[in-house]
């Protein structure tokens, strides 16, 4: 039972309507200047650039600024990296390979520029998605798009300068350097990402499932944490946050809401995971799940009853892959310590130390 009361607790609110009202415009504003423009085929470009926002939450303003320029860039990397792909007309084993290498990639670069969120989960779901659309508008437009998407979520960053009481002092950030041992965390984390997303990623296709990208960024989530117990945590979290999710999903597409409905409903949603993703991630995935589907539709309708089952199965997928790993992994910590024991394999005891030092 405490372990139940552990994983549903809700953590302390940090500011967290400030970072959701800035997401929120952040992209809902680009998404409604599209649609005035009869451009609703550039919406995930904006969408995938607007990602660029949800880094560095609550840092002070210079370190945001620090912080959501490497991450924006990254994110335009892979944006761009995406659009190439889908122009080679890629099998959709093509695309787990190329998903699995930004995977890797994207989470060797998060480690090493310390982005927070960590990982790659973000960088999975846009290369995968935008490489997955076929007939693409001209690449200049398209990256055009997302560049301007990320400047505006850049200056939305620090528009807190703007009042007084919010100003702090714009000084450079001291960077540590990385030790040996954590350069070697962050490569070792490059490979668990890269693996489980090949791994879900190849189940889903072989199953034939659409949208086998799902299973992939799904299988990432239960990485992050501190402690085996923590990531199982978040890989149930992630499977019961996603079918509470498809309900309010199903409410949200069936009555066929128009464009302009939509990406207001995909801003509102926006600023309810930002609210919740900090302090319940079961309680946020209720609202990200119809976020990632409604922001799919808006740009490339489908029938909601395959979105919804895709989703479902794919995540279980992914979220059981990802725990199988973790599990893994700590099985093998533990065998590696015990055989490093000075005690292993032998009948003596290691000498105690009484001082308890």
Known sequence: MDQLREMFRIGPAHNDHQVAIRCGLGVGLPLLVLLGM?????AIFASFGAFTGIYGRNEPHRQRLGHQLRAGFLMLLVITAGALTSRIDPSTWDIVLGTSIVA?????ASGFWRLRPAGSLFHIFAY??????????????ALLVAVCTVAFCLLLGISGRLFPRHRGPWTKPARPRFSSAQRKAVCAEACEYAVAAAVAGSIATLMGIGHNYWAMVAATVPLVGLGARVRIFRGVQRILGTFGGLVLTALILLPGLSPWQIVVVIALLQFGAEMLIARQYALAQIVVTPLALVSTELAHPSSPGVLIRDRAIETVIGAAVGMSMVLIMRLWTDHVRGRSRPDAGSGTPAPQNPEGT
Do not use: E, F, K, M
């Open 38 to 42: 009869d451009r609703i085929d550039l």
């Open 104 to 108: 890797g990639l994207g989470t060797l």
């Open 128 to 141: 995968a998605a935008i490489s997955s659309v076929p007939n693409q508008p001209p690449l200049w437009q």
